[in-house]
Protein backbone atom coordinates (compact mmCIF):
# COMPACT_ATOMS: atom_id res chain seq x y z
CA UNK A 1 0.00 0.00 0.00
CA UNK A 2 1.48 3.66 -0.93
CA UNK A 3 1.84 5.74 1.60
CA UNK A 4 2.68 9.42 1.23
CA UNK A 5 3.76 12.01 3.99
CA UNK A 6 4.48 15.91 3.53
CA UNK A 7 6.10 17.93 5.82
CA UNK A 8 8.11 21.46 5.62
CA UNK A 9 5.07 23.68 5.76
CA UNK A 10 4.65 26.50 8.22
CA UNK A 11 3.45 30.04 8.34
CA UNK A 12 6.13 32.72 6.80
CA UNK A 13 5.95 36.17 5.37
CA UNK A 14 5.64 37.19 2.18
CA UNK A 15 8.74 36.81 0.26
CA UNK A 16 9.66 34.11 2.12
CA UNK A 17 11.08 30.51 1.29
CA UNK A 18 9.87 26.96 2.30
CA UNK A 19 10.68 23.79 0.99
CA UNK A 20 7.99 20.69 1.41
CA UNK A 21 9.34 16.88 1.31
CA UNK A 22 7.04 13.98 0.45
CA UNK A 23 8.54 10.55 1.81
CA UNK A 24 6.83 7.48 0.15
CA UNK A 25 6.87 3.95 1.59
CA UNK A 26 4.71 1.22 -0.12
CA UNK A 27 6.57 2.22 -3.67
CA UNK A 28 9.90 2.80 -5.80
CA UNK A 29 9.72 6.27 -6.63
CA UNK A 30 12.29 6.24 -9.01
CA UNK A 31 10.15 4.35 -11.81
CA UNK A 32 7.19 7.65 -11.51
CA UNK A 33 6.30 10.50 -12.07
CA UNK A 34 5.56 12.90 -9.09
CA UNK A 35 3.58 15.86 -8.20
CA UNK A 36 2.77 18.26 -5.74
CA UNK A 37 -0.84 19.51 -5.42
CA UNK A 38 -2.53 22.20 -3.08
CA UNK A 39 -5.93 23.13 -1.97
CA UNK A 40 -6.58 26.44 -0.89
CA UNK A 41 -9.99 27.22 1.67
CA UNK A 42 -12.77 27.08 -0.78
CA UNK A 43 -11.43 26.54 -4.05
CA UNK A 44 -10.49 22.81 -5.54
CA UNK A 45 -7.13 20.90 -5.25
CA UNK A 46 -4.90 22.18 -8.56
CA UNK A 47 -1.66 20.95 -9.69
CA UNK A 48 1.35 23.23 -8.73
CA UNK A 49 4.30 20.98 -10.47
CA UNK A 50 5.41 17.87 -11.24
CA UNK A 51 8.32 15.46 -12.77
CA UNK A 52 8.40 12.54 -13.99
CA UNK A 53 11.10 9.52 -13.69
CA UNK A 54 13.32 11.14 -16.02
CA UNK A 55 13.39 14.66 -14.91
CA UNK A 56 10.84 16.53 -16.84
CA UNK A 57 9.40 18.95 -15.18
CA UNK A 58 5.92 20.87 -15.61
CA UNK A 59 4.24 24.22 -13.35
CA UNK A 60 1.05 25.93 -12.88
CA UNK A 61 1.80 29.33 -14.58
CA UNK A 62 1.48 31.37 -11.06
CA UNK A 63 4.51 29.32 -9.42
CA UNK A 64 6.65 29.32 -12.73
CA UNK A 65 10.19 30.54 -11.76
CA UNK A 66 9.64 30.80 -8.64
CA UNK A 67 8.82 27.27 -7.39
CA UNK A 68 11.16 23.92 -8.05
CA UNK A 69 10.03 20.60 -7.95
CA UNK A 70 13.15 18.05 -7.80
CA UNK A 71 13.54 14.52 -6.63
CA UNK A 72 15.77 12.24 -4.49
CA UNK A 73 14.66 8.65 -5.89
CA UNK A 74 17.41 7.61 -3.04
CA UNK A 75 15.90 8.65 -0.28
CA UNK A 76 12.12 7.74 -2.14
CA UNK A 77 11.42 11.52 -1.57
CA UNK A 78 9.91 14.58 -3.72
CA UNK A 79 10.67 17.95 -2.59
CA UNK A 80 8.92 21.30 -3.45
CA UNK A 81 11.42 24.27 -3.09
CA UNK A 82 8.98 27.61 -2.65
CA UNK A 83 10.88 31.17 -3.17
CA UNK A 84 9.36 34.35 -3.17
CA UNK A 85 6.30 33.04 -1.62
CA UNK A 86 2.66 34.92 -1.64
CA UNK A 87 -0.32 35.02 -0.05
CA UNK A 88 -2.05 33.30 -2.66
CA UNK A 89 0.16 30.65 -1.97
CA UNK A 90 -1.50 29.63 1.71
CA UNK A 91 -2.91 26.37 1.15
CA UNK A 92 -2.67 22.51 1.65
CA UNK A 93 -0.18 21.09 0.07
CA UNK A 94 -0.43 17.40 -1.05
CA UNK A 95 2.05 15.23 -2.64
CA UNK A 96 1.01 12.48 -5.29
CA UNK A 97 2.23 10.15 -7.78
CA UNK A 98 1.17 10.93 -11.31
CA UNK A 99 2.50 13.93 -13.96
CA UNK A 100 -0.65 15.15 -15.01
CA UNK A 101 -3.31 13.63 -12.60
CA UNK A 102 -3.24 11.88 -9.06
CA UNK A 103 -2.32 8.26 -9.31
CA UNK A 104 -2.67 7.33 -5.67
CA UNK A 105 -4.71 8.05 -2.29
CA UNK A 106 -3.73 11.29 -0.90
CA UNK A 107 -1.79 11.60 2.78
CA UNK A 108 -2.71 14.41 5.24
CA UNK A 109 -1.16 16.99 3.35
CA UNK A 110 1.23 20.16 5.10
CA UNK A 111 -0.40 23.64 5.76
CA UNK A 112 1.30 26.42 4.50
CA UNK A 113 0.15 30.06 5.21
CA UNK A 114 1.39 32.90 4.06
CA UNK A 115 1.31 36.30 5.92
CA UNK A 116 1.03 39.55 3.65
Known amino acids: QVHLVESGGGLVQTGESLRLSCAGS????????LAWYRQAPEKVRELVAS???????NYVDSVKGRFTISRDDAKNTVYLHMNSLKPEDTAVYYC??????????WGQGTQVTVSS
Open 96 to 105: NLGFSRPMSG
Open 26 to 33: GIVFDRNS
Open 51 to 57: ISSDGRT
